[in-house]
């Protein structure tokens, strides 16, 4: 590990299974009981508001009870120790990284306790409800909607997240499942800069083949293991 300087994780909903926040990718192809197109896309939320609305209520509701677990803190113990580059890329719309201690968090397809106000462009950390459409705390509107990306929608801080990974020279894939781009082309350019690629996840993923290595098992006893290694 000696030659590791840059670092950069990529975390999905496995990281925070153990914490009880459900993940995605059902057999039925529902998610929480619905489609994903009716409640994760920007046609669906034109479509029924108030049942999307009512849906990342509850999701929100759900991150403010949630705990992070070992894998969460072992990566905030990371991000104290090391004196390299890290860079913590989540598709997670929890903050439990933040709460286990990280700093270094980039949140790629936006954040559960945050809300974007589509007439004036704010956004405003939220712990309540949007279902009683309350107005925009900045300009006084009703336009509020979750500040998450959808299908069809531009993640964010793209051009940070490849800069990081071009410099990478160790790339990390923890807890998910390769079925989502862009995150599930991060490993290809990984490999492209030449970096070491290692996968941690229960099972293999739709990407398993792309990485150098792949350990399977629980993320909160894989997470704080290989993390052990890397600063011992
Ligand atoms: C454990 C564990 C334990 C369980 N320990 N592990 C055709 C081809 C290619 C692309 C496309 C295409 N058609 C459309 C697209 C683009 C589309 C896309 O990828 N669609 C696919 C369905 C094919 N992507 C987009 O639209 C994105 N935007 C975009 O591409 O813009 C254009 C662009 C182009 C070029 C550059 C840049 C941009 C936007 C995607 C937005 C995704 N949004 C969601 C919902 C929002 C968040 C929310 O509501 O919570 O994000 S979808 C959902 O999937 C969520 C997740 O972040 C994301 C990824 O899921 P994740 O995290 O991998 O979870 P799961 O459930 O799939 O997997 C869990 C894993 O954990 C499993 O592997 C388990 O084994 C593991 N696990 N317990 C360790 N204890």
């Not at 999307?52 to 070992?70: C, M, S, T």
């Not at 509020?144 to 071009?166: K, N, Q, S, T």
């Not at 492209?192 to 993320?219: Q, Y």
């Not at 293991?225 to 600063?231: D, K």
């Amino acid at each position: 590990m000696s030659d590791i300087r840059n670092i950069v994780i990529l975390t999905g909903a496995g990281i925070s299974a153990e914490s009880g926040l459900r993940t995605f990718r059902a057999e039925d192809g529902l998610w929480e009981d619905h489609p994903v197109e009716e409640v994760a896309t920007p046609e669906g939320f034109a479509r029924n508001p108030d049942l999307v609305q009512r849906f990342y209520d509850e999701r929100r509701a759900g991150i403010l009870a949630a705990h992070p677990n070992a894998a969460h803190e072992a990566l905030g113990r990371l991000d104290a120790e090391w004196s390299g580059e890290l860079l913590i890329v989540t598709q997670n719309i929890d903050d439990l990284h933040e709460r286990g201690g990280a700093r270094r968090v980039l949140h790629m397809h936006g954040e559960g306790l945050s809300v974007w106000c589509q007439s004036c462009d704010a956004r405003h950390r939220w712990t309540g409800t949007l279902r009683d459409s309350p107005s925009c705390p900045a300009c006084g509107e009703v336009a509020m909607r979750p500040d998450i990306v959808w299908f069809g929608e531009m993640p964010y801080r793209m051009p940070e997240i490849f800069a990081a990974i071009a410099r990478a020279d160790m790339f990390v894939s923890i807890g998910t499942s390769g079925a989502v781009y862009p995150a599930a082309g991060f490993v290809q350019e990984a490999n492209l800069a030449g970096a070491r690629t290692l996968e941690l996840n229960l099972e293999e993923s739709l990407g398993s083949r792309n990485f150098d290595e792949t350990r399977l098992g629980e993320a909160s006893e894989l997470v704080p293991a290989w993390i052990e290694e890397v600063l011992g």
